[in-house]
């Protein structure tokens, strides 16, 4: 069974940066597409970035697009999401998530996802 896990969220002000990090155990990494979504309280879970499985396609949603940089390390099993320019609407809880079959023209729905991280806590203050 694959297992995601998040680490770096936190609380940062408007305009700072924040790297996350999403390391897996338990597959074969290197042949999943790697997804962020997020979710803020009352809201659905929303697409942020995603990354294909040797990292040479990335695609981002419009909110997040020149601010923050999705890229992945096969040999560490691991995905990373850098954030800069944070805004207080990036506050959300930030889940990293993978497509056992490399990818979709979906990437962007939640659906297709296999496996999911706890999720980590990014809080941006005005």
């Not at 990373?80 to 979906?106: F, H, I, W």
Request: glycine share 12%; charged share 20%.
């Amino acid at each position: 069974q694959v297992q995601l896990v998040e680490s770096g969220g936190g609380l940062v002000q408007a305009g700072g940066s924040l790297r996350l990090s999403c390391t897996a155990s338990g597959g074969t990494f290197s042949t999943y597409a790697m997804g962020w979504f997020r979710q803020a309280p009352g809201k659905e879970r929303d697409f942020v970035a995603v990354i294909s499985r040797m990292g040479t396609r990335t695609f981002y949603s419009d909110s997040v697009k020149g601010r923050f940089t999705i890229s992945r390390d096969n040999a560490k099993n691991t995905v990373y999401l850098q954030m800069n320019g944070l805004k207080p609407e990036d506050t959300a809880v930030y889940y990293c998530a993978a497509d056992r079959t490399g990818g979709s023209n979906s990437y962007y729905d939640p659906r297709p996802y296999d496996y999911w991280g706890q999720g980590t806590q990014v809080t941006v203050s005005s």
